[in-house]
């Protein structure tokens, strides 16, 4: 079966100022000619870098620079591309506060759209949503390591933080992911972990690479890295996945000339036997604030600095026509 993950999808400020909420604008419209793609898989996670609501007001609006928050259309932007699963471990989704939080649960919980990494305590925050497919069950944990002070408590709403340095995770984290992704592992096929760590640019540093490899021994079968606003490279460690980064894939944020900031991919991956197999890279950019496939030299750019990027990690990537390829077993 193949499993299709983005990067960042922030519908807030100007998506949601001259696409989502425009009368004139189709849901579908967000996706482009990359709605193909996602449709033709059998499952369809992102991660969602904002919150889904009318209600609230700024976090912090003096010392958080960006805030995003989208209005409730986006919900049928999701349901368009019929995505399954958002993770919400991430320094966007307390951005208009608990109101706000709680009524984007609601719209995503009505829309049947599972969600994971984020909840009204502790208990809800770190539970894995378990999708059920024709391959088996596939279970989603997220974490994240930004803003520590939304992390969830026995009695606070918040996040699922995470905390490592180059020795891997710190405890109590690395206690409590080891129980959560041994629980996870017995009732599902595969783990994936969605991780929102890291600062906004650059290569993956020892400590974040340390904890993906941990993630890995602790059972997990992928990682799903984003954060970083550019695709960082592909590593097989053990004979599993790492997705360092895996960029922005839509947003309104302006464009880095050298980093590039606007291209990205649409990763499918190919599970077979309960293993990841191989992940195909579909590139994509961003344009008018929507997702397309890329053209041209911008696919020849993406492709070229994937291959290079993973290269340095020890893992090579296949060039296969428009397509990149990581085979891993």
Same mark, same amino acid.
């Given at each position: 079966m193949?499993?299709?993950?983005?990067?960042?999808?922030?519908?807030?400020?100007?998506? $949601?100022?001259y696409?989502v909420?425009?009368a004139?604008v189709?849901?579908?419209?967000?996706?482009?000619?990359?709605?193909?793609?996602?449709?033709?898989?059998?499952?369809?996670?992102?991660?969602?870098e904002?919150?889904?609501?009318a209600?609230g007001?700024?976090?912090?609006?003096r010392?958080?620079?960006?805030h995003?928050?989208?209005?409730?259309?986006a919900?049928?932007?999701?349901?368009?591309?019929?995505?399954?699963?958002?993770?919400l471990?991430?320094n966007?989704?307390l951005d208009y506060?608990?109101?706000?939080?709680?009524?984007?649960?609601?719209?995503?919980?009505q829309?049947g759209?599972?969600h994971?990494?984020?909840g009204?305590d502790?208990?809800?925050?770190?539970?894995?949503?378990?999708?059920?497919?024709?391959?088996g069950?596939?279970?989603? @944990?997220?974490?994240?390591?930004n803003?520590?002070s939304?992390?969830?408590a026995?009695?606070?709403?918040g996040?699922?933080i995470?905390?490592? $340095?180059e020795?891997g995770?710190?405890?109590?984290?690395r206690?409590?992911?080891?129980?959560?992704?041994?629980?996870?592992?017995?009732?599902?096929?595969?783990?994936i972990?969605?991780?929102?760590?890291?600062p906004n640019?650059?290569?993956?540093?020892?400590?974040?690479?340390?904890?993906?490899?941990?993630? @890995?021994?602790?059972g997990?079968?992928?990682?799903?890295?984003?954060s970083?606003?550019?695709p960082?490279?592909?590593e097989?460690?053990?004979?599993?996945?790492?997705?360092?980064?895996?960029?922005d894939?839509i947003?309104?944020?302006?464009?880095d000339?050298?980093e590039?900031?606007d291209?990205s991919?649409?990763?499918?991956?190919?599970l077979?036997d309960?293993r990841i197999?191989?992940i195909?890279?579909?590139?994509?950019?961003?344009?008018?604030?929507?997702?397309?496939?890329a053209r041209?030299?911008e696919?020849?750019f993406?492709?070229?600095?994937?291959?290079?990027?993973?290269?340095?990690?020890g893992?090579?990537?296949?060039?296969?026509?428009?397509?990149?390829e990581l085979?891993?077993?």
């Open positions: 193949d499993i299709a993950l983005t990067g960042d999808v922030m519908l807030g400020r100007l998506v $949601d100022r696409v909420q425009n004139r189709a849901p579908e419209d967000v996706w482009g000619d990359v709605l193909p793609l996602l449709l033709s898989a059998d499952l369809r996670l992102i991660n969602l904002c919150v889904i609501s209600l007001t700024m976090w912090h609006p010392t958080k620079p960006f995003f928050r989208a209005h409730q259309r919900i049928d932007v999701l349901k368009a591309a019929r995505i399954d699963c958002v993770t471990a991430n966007h989704t506060g608990p109101a706000a939080f709680a009524e984007c649960l609601a719209l995503l919980d829309a759209i599972r994971a990494g984020a009204q502790l208990s809800a925050a770190i539970t894995p949503a378990l999708l059920e497919t024709a391959a069950t596939i279970g989603v @944990i997220a974490l994240t390591d803003e520590p939304w992390e969830a026995a009695d606070r709403l996040v699922q995470v905390a490592y $340095d020795q995770l710190i405890e109590p984290y206690s409590r992911l080891r129980g959560l992704i041994a629980a996870t592992r017995r009732a599902a096929a595969c783990v972990i969605s991780a929102h760590v890291g640019w650059g290569a993956p540093s020892a400590a974040r690479r340390a904890l993906a490899h941990e993630l @890995i021994d602790l997990a079968d992928l990682y799903w890295g984003h970083n606003h550019t960082q490279g592909m097989v460690y053990r004979g599993k996945p790492i997705l360092y980064a895996a960029g894939f947003d309104d944020y302006a464009v000339p050298i590039r900031n291209r991919f649409l990763f499918i991956a190919e077979d309960g197999q191989r195909r890279l579909h590139p994509v950019a961003i344009e008018d604030c929507r997702v397309r496939r041209g030299a696919v020849r993406l492709q070229e600095r994937m291959r290079t990027r993973s290269a340095e990690l893992s090579n990537v296949a060039i296969r026509g428009d397509l990149c085979i891993v077993g």
